[in-house]
């Protein structure tokens, strides 16, 4: 049985994800700092294990994918965070949200290449942003840090493709869950991230995961370093005009 990891698995989106790629027949890791978070979810997907990682150390992500064990044929790195403010944002946390979001994608994908190298293959997709398209002002380093891991994306893509890896991207907008379950309980909130997708809703847990399990999929065997934006078209909004035809 091919396995499959997921960091970042105890939260909103990697809950979504673990559970689709163990129901499609991976064994599933859900990855994560916090243990306790991890091992509730994996209560709720038969057959999935829960360990603990951080990200950024690269002893503790091998030891992860040692105590994981088996044949890791799928990486999803899906763990990041965020925090608030522009110009006023800290240095160290700033840095800190590169040093996950980024550094720890690339941590990880160094813990299971060799692996996958001896599998014959392999899939990782990276969970990036609408925010690494396009430009959001007050979330500090989140939106650049998304930005390089779609660009580290597509330079992974190009050196492991010879070796049978497919290095893809998926970029959520809005999404109802994890760092955006705020905006279900905020009525307002809710409201206003409504009224920016053109699609008329916000995103789920599930419309990630699909897409996803399409990139870790045969059907995806010819996609390398793609990154597909699943957003309702809130990022197209960002980069269109609308013009006034007028009458003439
Ligand atoms: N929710 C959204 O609207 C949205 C939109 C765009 C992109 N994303 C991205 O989707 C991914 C999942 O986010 P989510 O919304 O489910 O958030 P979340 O906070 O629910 O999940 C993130 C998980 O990552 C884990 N994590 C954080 N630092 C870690 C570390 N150093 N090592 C291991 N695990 C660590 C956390 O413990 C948490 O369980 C993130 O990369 C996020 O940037 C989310």
């Known amino acids: 049985m091919k ?3 997921v960091t970042g698995g105890g939260g909103g989106i990697g809950e979504g994800i673990a559970r689709r790629l163990q129901a499609v027949g991976y064994r599933t890791g859900i990855f994560d700092r916090d243990l306790e978070q991890a091992r509730k979810v994996a209560a709720k ?8 990682v951080d990200v950024t150390d690269p002893q503790s992500a091998t030891d992860a994918v040692a105590e994981f064990g088996g044949e890791v044929a799928v990486l999803v790195n899906n763990a990041g965070i965020t925090a608030a403010g522009g110009m006023a944002q800290p240095p ?14 690339y941590i990880m994908m160094q813990a299971v290449v060799d692996q996958m190298k001896a599998l014959g293959g392999g899939a990782i997709v990276n969970i990036t942003s609408s925010a690494a398209i396009a430009a959001v ?9 998304k930005a ?9 893509a190009l050196e ?3 070796c049978g890896i497919r290095v893809n991207a998926v970029a959520p907008g809005f999404v109802a869950a994890g760092l955006g379950a705020r905006s279900i309980e905020d009525p307002a909130l ?15 847990a599930k419309d990630i995961a699909d897409v996803v399990h399409f990139l870790c999929s045969e059907e995806s065997r010819y996609v390398h370093g793609q990154e597909i934006v699943v957003d309702g078209a809130l990022t197209l909004t960002a980069q269109t005009r609308t013009f006034d035809t007028g009458s003439t």
């Open 3 to 5: 396995s499959a990891i």
């Open 45 to 52: 997907i038969d057959g999935a294990m829960a360990i603990q």
């Open 92 to 105: 160290d946390v700033f840095r800190r949200i590169l040093d996950v979001n980024v550094t720890g994608a």
């Open 137 to 145: 002002p007050l979330i500090g380093a989140y939106g650049p840090s």
């Open 148 to 156: 390089a891991l779609s660009n580290l994306t597509k330079a992974m």
């Open 160 to 162: 492991l493709a010879p």
């Open 190 to 204: 809710y409201a206003s991230r409504v009224a920016q997708v053109p699609a008329g809703t916000l995103g789920t």
